[in-house]
């Protein structure tokens, strides 16, 4: 669905990383680890053409992403979910409707109400409901966007660091909500630096550990 080959990246004439190839195909768990600075967000952002590869190919859904036009690439990113760590909300919309604007923007909305209740529910927010972006805790926010970037049922989840502000009991259930749809066939990349949080998922999931370090990504280890 997603798939980059030899790709190369950097900033300011300082190479990321280079011969960079990898391929998010149905039903595939990622987990992306590496120092800080490595260029994760950066792969990240690569994968939902938020960036463009100075050299190599990306291609979303059989497209080469290079070629693909600003709305040719909304419509791709209708097929991915993203979490950013930086979680971006419109303020003068409720937690709920900031969740469900995915569905709105698409013309899903009859599709709204079943959705939200239910993850509202998982993750936790179902008293926050009505409360506007503003009045959320660090936490409470992290999980609202990650219930925004999978309301959609997307083919493919990209979360950049999901679990960095909530506790380990609710990091465990979200991720489990990951788990779920990856065994719908969803493709998952989660970017992190909690090891013990994959070690955590070893029974309930089959993933790939990579790890991007001196300007190449490598499997850090065997399947979870």
């Not at 990113?77 to 709105?104: M, Y």
Request: proline content about 3%; glycine content about 8%.
């Amino acid at each position: 669905m997603i798939e980059l080959n030899n790709v190369a990246y950097g900033y300011n004439g300082n190479t990321l990383f280079s011969q960079l190839s990898l391929a998010l195909d149905p039903g595939s768990f990622h987990f992306l680890t590496g120092p800080s600075g490595a260029g994760k967000t950066t792969l990240l952002r690569l994968c939902y053409a938020d960036l463009r590869a100075q050299s190599g190919q990306v291609s979303l859904f059989g497209q080469d992403a290079a070629t693909l036009n600003r709305d040719a690439v909304a419509i791709a990113r209708r097929r991915i979910g993203v979490v950013h760590q930086d979680c971006q909300f419109l303020d003068h919309l409720s937690i709920a409707e900031n969740i469900a604007l995915p569905l709105t923007v698409s013309n899903r909305g009859d599709e709204t109400m079943d959705n939200l209740k239910e993850l509202l529910s998982w993750v936790g927010l179902e008293h926050q409901a009505n409360q506007l972006p503003a009045e959320l805790s660090g936490g409470e926010r992290q999980r609202a966007a990650l219930a925004r970037a999978v309301i959609t049922s997307p083919d493919v989840i990209i979360a950049d660091e999901p679990t960095g502000n909530v506790d380990w009991e609710m990091s465990q259930r979200l991720l489990m909500l990951l788990v779920e749809l990856n065994r719908m066939g969803k493709a998952v990349l989660i970017a992190t630096h909690d090891l013990h949080m994959i070690r955590s998922l070893k029974s309930d999931v089959s993933a790939r550990v990579l790890r991007l370090k001196d300007q190449q990504l490598v499997q850090a280890g065997a399947d979870l």
